[in-house]
């Protein structure tokens, strides 16, 4: 390396410091919140309290730390982001697919598919949301809640306040579902013939939003609901990354450059390293505590993205967005208990 790159990546590193201590001092001290047991039990996540994080310090202390801070909160909201995501391919086997079984896939397919497809309509043709905002919350309900609203943001190239706006609505209705999953299985699910909790555990795992929020809604019903429930969650999560180039597809498609030539295709690498790591992962070449190290790491990368994107989120910007958003995110949450449960007994009654 000669002195003059050197110099350079010094000056780069300069440049990017204070901002990447900020977002990894919001995204570790929200991590220590989330440990605590009276957060815990809300099942917001680590993810969730970075952004929350991150908006408050945004539109109150940030303003004044901006210009020394902002090269390094756009650095994590970009690249950390989609390191975060390759990295997000340690939690994944392919075994776990044949854990779920045909059904399981089918389900999580259809589920996906219909959900998304349903944000598309709901949002631009009954609320007349703008496009970005309507796939992003529907990114964020079929997926995996907001690490799949971010993992769309650098694909679609969407505002910070469309992403917040997201991350708000299924951040919401999420947290609902760990009170409302519970109820159904106790008040409802008697009343329908032959639901196992294996069963339940496929329903809650295919409907509900983030992973935190699928562990808390399985663990409150029975260990074997919970495992059911977080292999059908990570089998969707799985589902994210042929979901990203699709959806590069459908920019390139709707989206022409001056003189009426099409866009060059946005293809999301970072989702094809995905992949890959899952594929790594199924090896089982590297030993589980070294897994949970990476893990670990890689929420802190999550994390500090989210509290870069919360840095960069004006309320004003959430306040003009009005309740649309939000009606759609809940349009999708009833979609997802009705519709949702629809298809999992059609899906499981073929099936048997």
């Known amino acids: 390396m000669t002195t003059l790159t050197l110099h350079k990546c010094q000056n780069g590193l300069r440049?990017?410091?204070?901002g990447l201590l900020l977002t990894a001092a919001i995204a570790l001290i929200t991590a220590w919140l989330g440990n605590l047991p009276s957060v815990a039990?809300?099942?917001?996540?680590a993810l969730t309290l970075a952004i929350i994080g991150g908006i408050i310090l945004g539109n109150t202390l940030y303003p004044a730390l901006h210009s020394h801070c902002d090269e390094g909160v756009q650095f994590a909201k970009q690249?950390?982001?989609?390191?975060?995501?390759?990295?997000?391919?340690f939690?994944?086997?392919f075994q776990q697919v044949l854990d779920v079984g045909i059904?399981?896939?089918v389900i999580d397919l259809l589920t996906l598919t219909s959900t998304f497809m349903l944000a598309c309509w709901l949002g631009r043709r009954i609320l007349k949301l703008d496009r970005e905002t309507a796939w992003l919350i529907g990114a964020g309900s079929s997926i995996c809640g907001a690490a799949a609203v971010l993992a769309t943001e650098p694909v679609i190239k969407a505002a910070a306040s469309k992403v917040a706006v997201a991350v708000a609505t299924v951040v919401i209705f999420g947290t609902a579902a760990i009170f409302l999953y519970p109820f159904i299985w106790h008040q409802v699910a008697p009343l329908l013939p032959g639901v196992s909790l294996t069963e339940f555990g496929i329903y809650t795992g295919s409907t509900m939003h983030e992973v935190a929020q699928v562990v808390a809604a399985g663990h409150a019903i029975s260990g074997?609901?919970?495992?059911?429930?977080?292999?059908?969650?990570m089998l969707r999560v799985l589902m994210?990354?042929?979901?990203?180039?699709?959806i590069g597809l459908m920019v390139r498609r709707g989206t022409s450059a001056p003189g009426g030539a099409k866009q060059p295709l946005i293809f999301p690498w970072f989702a094809l390293g995905f992949i890959l790591v899952a594929l790594f992962n199924s090896a089982h070449l590297i030993s589980a505590p070294t897994i949970a190290i990476i893990n670990q790491a890689d929420n802190v990368l999550l994390a500090m993205a989210m509290a870069a994107l919360g840095l960069t989120t004006h309320i004003s910007q959430l306040k003009k967005a009005g309740l649309r958003p939000l009606l759609l995110g809940l349009m999708l949450f009833i979609w997802l208990i009705l519709g949702g449960g629809l298809i999992n007994f059609a899906v499981h009654h073929f099936f048997s």
């Open 15 to 18: 440049h990017v410091a204070p």
């Open 41 to 45: 039990q809300l099942g917001l996540g």
């Open 79 to 89: 690249k950390l982001l989609r390191l975060g995501i390759i990295l997000y391919g």
């Open 91 to 93: 939690r994944l086997t």
């Open 103 to 105: 059904s399981g896939v």
């Open 224 to 233: 074997e609901t919970e495992n059911a429930a977080v292999i059908t969650k």
């Open 240 to 246: 994210l990354a042929p979901f990203l180039v699709i």
